[in-house]
Structure formats: C-alpha cells, structure tokens
T-cell receptor, first 109, second 113 residues
Framework: AQRVTQPEKLLSVFKGAPVELKCNYS??????LFWYVQYSRQRLQLLLR??SRESIKGFTADLNKGETSFHLKKPFAQEEDSAMYYC???????????FGTGTRLKVLA | NAGVTQTPKFQVLKTGQSMTLQCAQD?????MSWYRQDPGMGLRLIHY???????DQGEVPNGYNVSRSTTEDFPLRLLSAAPSQTSVYFC????????????FGSGTRLTVV
C-alpha cells in the first residue's frame, strides 16, 4: 500500500541544535516528495520540493531512494521553526497527494 | 490574487444536518483537493478533482460529496453530519498534478454536536 511514515509525533530540540525530521515512503516508481510546514493555526505552506533541491529557511532535504527516505534537516534550529511539519508524496502517474501524519517540532530557548 | 479561499472559517452543525463547505481559487489551477486534518492522523484526502467535470475519491470519501462545475470552485458537501466528521477541513489547489506543490486554503473548523 502507498504510505508515508513520519515516525516522530513530537521532536524537541534546543535553539542552535541540529534538527532532523524523518520521513519514509513506500512507493514504486519515481515518487515526488515535498515538505510542508504549518505554523500555529495557519494554513499549510509548501516548504520545499525534492525536485528543486532548494534550501528554504535553512532547511534541506535529500531524497534517498535506497532507504526510501526524505528527511528534513537544518543545522541550527531557531525558535521560529517551531511548527507542525508534514511530509507528502505524489506517486508517479497518479494524481493522489498523500501526507504523513506530521511531526511537531518544538525549539526550546 | 486571493489564492485559495475557504468559507466559512468556523461552523457548528447538529447531527444529521447537511451543509456545503465552499472553496474557490483564482489561480486557474486544474487540480483541487479536499483534506481533513485530525490530531494524530495528519491530513487525509477526501476527494480530488483533476479538472472541471472530473472528480474522484480519496482515502476517506464516505459521507462527503463533491462536484466541479467550474475550474474555480470545488465545494464539499456533508450529506448528513456525524460527530465523526468533526475536524478541520482544508482545500488545496495545484497548477499541475501537484508536482509544483499545493496551495492551501486557511481551513474550516467544523464541529458536529
């Protein structure tokens, strides 16, 4: 079955510490992967796409096809990074966009 | 550009009532979707549309209907509201099949009592 797994519901780190939010997927073919962020009581916003290989707000994510992972990383966390983060995938040849269950990141002062 | 506009922002329904959540986008996006967001379950796809006149079911379609008569509008109808439909509902649209990412509306917080 098509699945996106975010194993951590909550991740707490101190300000200035590195952050890694995990995302694993199970799809055949060539999926396209995304990270979205949702700040408190706001709409979801696209953070980054794996095909663009960009860095947004200091976050990066590398697609590892061997491990079927797309972990989100930031070398130095900031308090304003506290939010809910969702990994999402669209399977090649389909129109269905599937989200993981999300990880809440708390950056402590 | 207003982006994706959802109305209403909040709604309380009694069990058995019906209502329509409105979603409109002004970006000429072909693809539109409805999701529900529940604690611990993330976002689950209810219905989606790949263009005017074309809709399909997502993961959790039961109890909901959609139609897409125009490119701009994609309303979600609750046929007979149940407490299990208490959730936050998000509408999203995309220029293509989603590979440029979705633009989300601000959500509708629905409570069914």
């Amino acid at each position: 079955a098509q699945r996106v797994t975010q194993p951590e519901k909550l991740l707490s780190v101190f300000k200035g510490a590195p952050v890694e939010l995990k995302c694993n997927y199970s799809y055949s073919g060539s999926p396209e992967l995304f990270w979205y962020v949702q700040y408190s009581r706001q709409r979801l916003q696209l953070l980054l796409r794996h095909i663009s290989r960009e860095s947004i707000k200091g976050f990066t994510a590398d697609l590892n096809k061997g491990e079927t992972s797309f972990h989100l990383k930031k070398p130095f966390a900031q308090e304003e990074d506290s939010a809910m983060y969702y990994c999402a995938v669209i399977a090649s040849g389909t129109y269905k966009y599937i989200f993981g269950t999300g990880t809440r990141l708390k950056v402590l002062a | 550009n207003a982006g994706v506009t959802q109305t209403p922002k909040f709604q309380v329904l009694k069990t058995g009532q019906s209502m329509t959540l409105q979603c409109a986008q002004d970006m000429n996006h072909e693809y539109m979707s409805w999701y529900r967001q529940d604690p611990g379950m993330g976002l689950r796809l209810i219905h989606y549309s790949v263009g005017a006149g074309i809709t399909d079911q997502g993961e959790v379609p039961n109890g909901y209907n959609v139609s897409r008569s125009t490119t701009e509008d994609f309303p979600l109808r609750l046929l007979s509201a149940a407490p299990s439909q208490t959730s936050v509902y998000f509408c999203a649209s995309s220029y293509s099949k989603g590979n440029y990412g979705y633009t989300f509306g601000s959500g509708t917080r629905l409570t069914v009592v």
